[in-house]
């Protein structure tokens, strides 16, 4: 199996894997979770008469949350639902200079039940040894009115992370954003146009891999790794890149964006070449260029949420050709996805209810290991009232592994899968303020290209906290 193959299959699988271990270790993070959201909710209150257990008030004009992410595919929670109130004098003394700071922690672990692990050195996808991962993302945004820069930011974030098995991760230990936004213009309540320059980690921006849309709770199930294996930046990797969206008429939307590509062996060979993260052009990186049409219509009382994209993405930067092994320019991954809300629970709310999805997206087979991605999806946001911040989701999803790369591995007298597809089913949690606990379970048909391992049903907990 090639390098790239290890390192974005290992990407493809980032949840759901465990046996015994990973039973207590799922254990744990939930009564862990329980007992610090627990303390952090009761300090809340004593100290912060605005609870972020009680209701919120009409948000201002200008609020903290203008601080927050914004203009990606993915939101991150409000600060309200944080270990730190919002109200705090930390929060607040920060905000009155325009500045915010922000720290997201993440642990899990995960594990194969159907058989037993095999030795460190001998494993081919996440969860056939156990698999352990954990983050720490420090964030600091601060507004540019300062610089008379209005609807502006200064966005800067680093990343520790450490995976157990390094294909699966990298482990790194750099920048992860650092960027200017501005934004021009109103169209229907948006900025007309939106503007991101500088150091960006481009799956927050562009195809729409989260489910249901949020960090906190959309992680779950697998997800394509195409956009990664032509060279798109993905956590915990960032690039130099310039994007643009502009919000057209009747809830449509374009999107563009000029990037550094991502090494073509891959997030660790990515790693060993830039350490840092600050690099802006190592040598054979060439442009990723990205294109993206869209329609997004947010859920009203009267009208359901939809979410139609289409996108393109180019890479100039030369790829081993699988059936002559010269580099070859030309790389390129299309991709088309829809969601539309079937069901609405809540007129109060009416973001809550029942979503269906599909996604497809396809690339050359001579120059990936991974050519085409089928994806089916079903999920619910708030599938209990008491549990308005939970999400339900099953996810299925099915992908063609190249002809080239494993008529070759065969030629060799090696094994190898064909395909491989999976069916997950996973529940989020909102623990508690700030905290987000994730279980499911995944069963996987072919679950790496060589060898021909069996399928597995693998198992995973996992603990996002943000203060």
């Known amino acids: 199996m090639s390098n790239i193959a290890k390192a974005d299959f290992g990407q493809r699988f980032p949840w759901f894997r465990c046996r015994v271990r990973g039973l207590f270790a799922t254990g744990f993070l939930f009564a862990a979770a329980l007992v610090l959201g627990v ?11 605005a609870s972020p257990d009680l209701p919120a008030p009409t948000p201002p ?12 595919d993915a939101s991150m929670p409000s600060f309200a639902d944080s270990i730190v109130p ?20 993440q642990q899990q672990y995960s594990q194969n039940t159907l058989a037993a692990p095999v030795p460190p050195d001998e494993q081919t996808y ?30 800067v974030g680093g990343v520790w992370n450490w995976v157990s098995w390094n294909p699966a991760g990298p482990k790194s230990f750099q920048l992860w954003d650092l960027y200017a936004y501005k ?125 139609l994209r289409m996108g393109y993405i180019h890479n100039s930067t030369a790829y081993r050709n699988l059936l002559t092994g010269q580099p070859q320019t030309g790389n390129y991954c299309a991709y088309a996805l829809m969601d539309y809300q079937f069901q609405r629970s809540s007129e109060e709310h009416p973001d809550h209810g029942v979503y269906a999805g599909a996604s497809f997206m396809t690339v050359p087979d001579a120059l990936n290991s991974y050519s085409r991605y089928y994806e089916a999806r079903a ?37 190898a899968w064909r395909s491989g597809s999976t069916f997950t089913a996973s529940y989020a949690m909102h623990a508690s303020a700030g905290n987000f606990l994730a279980v499911g379970v995944t069963y996987l048909a072919g679950p790496a290209i060589t060898p021909r391992v069996p399928n597995a049903l693998t198992v995973l907990g996992s603990w996002t906290t943000y203060f």
């Open 39 to 49: 303390a952090a909710s009761a300090q809340s209150v004593q100290d912060d008469p």
């Open 61 to 72: 004009a200008h609020s903290i949350d203008d601080l927050n992410l914004v203009a990606g």
């Open 86 to 105: 919002v109200n705090s004098r930390f929060r607040q003394s920060m905000y009155r200079h325009g500045m915010t700071l922000r720290l997201i922690t």
């Open 126 to 155: 996440i969860g056939q040894y156990p698999f352990e991962d954990a983050m720490l993302q420090p964030i600091f945004v601060a507004d540019l009115r300062q610089l008379h820069l209005h609807r502006a930011q200064l966005y």
């Open 183 to 307: 934004a021009w213009g109103h169209a229907g309540g948006n900025p007309r146009v939106q503007m991101k320059a500088g150091y960006v980690s481009l799956n927050l921006e562009f195809v729409g891999l989260f489910v249901g849309g949020s960090t906190a709770t959309g992680g779950q199930g697998v997800y394509a790794v195409l956009p990664y294996e032509i060279g798109m930046s993905y956590f915990p990797l960032t690039a130099p890149a310039a994007l643009l969206r502009m919000q057209g008429p009747s809830h449509t939307y374009l999107k563009a964006a000029a990037q550094r590509s991502i090494d073509p062996g891959g997030g660790p060979e990515e790693v060993a070449r830039n350490a840092t993260g600050f690099r802006f052009i190592p040598h054979g990186d060439k442009l990723v260029a990205i294109g993206e049409a869209g329609y997004l219509r947010n859920a009203a009382k009267d009208a359901h949420e939809a979410w």
């Open 379 to 415: 999920y619910k946001e708030a599938p209990f009232e008491r549990r308005p911040s939970d999400l339900f989701a099953f996810v299925a999803s099915h992908t063609s592994y190249s002809r080239l790369e494993t008529n070759n591995l065969m030629a060799q007298g090696k094994t």
